[in-house]
């Protein structure tokens, strides 16, 4: 799901239960406010903001406590992510705009503070990408990356890498340092049922002068070959092989829904002890649909064994 053609179909759907079910599972407000909290918020009247890869406005929510939400640019991709954060009534105030989180349509020296969540895993060259978050921030400016880490479970490590990209911990480093921020710092974020607390990570970064990146870099080529073909150039053999590599990408990745549930309830036999988050009434629908399709499962194939 790495490519942006994919994400945008993924997210056609997505959408339409993000908040109900994949963030209070995935990506907590507990989460959200500890990775902020890494975050300098001084002055916040005159802070100027970009939320990039906003999606349902989410994060925005929690940087919308810290700063006037007329002071924060919200930028996505996803028209459909876009809708879900336009109705929110606390960020009415926002400017929203859709936009590319490896080409920002912004000047040089623009914003104090950036800042992206959960999107860096969708980018097809996130060194190209964090390259754009110094170029948009002004001397001094501070950006906040938030993104997954590779698992470590064998199972979870497959389907995972079958979703999308989860880029190991010392990439996320790399980034920065190559990107030329310096005071870098960082904190790890999980949710209460992850027994590893590398579940996720907060990296934060300076802009220390003014422009672009010294950093010479050559963008990673687009692939031309499926995910990048324009509508009028799309035959109908590579638009099948890219319906089948979205289907593939959604498969693995609502995978996931029905493992994070387990998982909550089953934390405190796993030995966690960490305070739970109540599932909510989508959560536990969800829940139950995958106790049904489990019991009918195993009912058959003990009626299969007599």
Not at 32 to 47: A, F, I, M, Q, V
């Amino acid at each position: 799901m790495q490519h942006k053609k994919e994400a945008y179909w993924f997210y056609r759907y997505l959408s339409i239960f993000y908040d109900k079910l994949v963030n209070p599972l995935f990506w907590t407000e507990k989460m959200r406010e500890k990775s902020l909290d890494l975050g300098y918020w001084d002055d916040p009247e005159t802070l100027r903001v970009i939320d990039v890869g906003s999606g349902t406005g989410f994060t925005t929510e929690g940087i919308v406590r810290r700063v006037p939400s007329e002071n924060v640019t919200c930028v996505d991709q996803s028209p459909h992510q876009m809708s879900r954060a336009l109705a929110k009534r606390e960020l009415a105030g926002c400017t929203f705009q859709l936009g590319d989180a490896e080409a920002l349509p912004f000047d040089d020296d623009t914003f104090d503070r950036y800042v992206s969540a959960g999107s860096i895993e969708y980018w097809p060259d996130p060194q190209l990408g964090i390259l754009e978050a110094y170029r948009v921030l002004k001397p001094g400016g501070w950006a906040l990356m938030i993104g997954p880490l590779e698992p470590v479970n064998p199972f979870s490590k497959f389907v995972a890498n079958t979703w999308m990209l989860f880029p190991p911990e010392e990439d996320y480093h790399q980034y920065f340092e190559n990107a030329g921020f310096d005071r870098i710092d960082y904190t790890y974020v999980a949710p209460y049922w992850q027994k590893s607390e590398r579940y996720g990570i907060a990296i934060i970064g300076r802009k220390p002068q003014a422009g672009k990146s010294p950093y010479a870099y050559t963008p990673v080529p687009h692939e031309t070959a499926v995910v990048n073909a324009e509508q009028e150039g799309m035959s109908l053999g590579r638009g099948m092989l890219l319906a089948g590599r979205v289907l593939a990408g959604s498969a693995a990745g609502f995978l996931f829904i029905p493992m994070a549930l387990v998982a909550s309830i089953t934390a405190p036999l796993r030995g966690i002890d960490k305070e739970p988050e109540p599932l909510n009434q989508h959560q536990k629908v969800a829940l139950v649909a995958v106790g049904v399709i489990a019991t009918i499962f195993i009912v058959n194939r003990l009626a299969k064994r007599r």
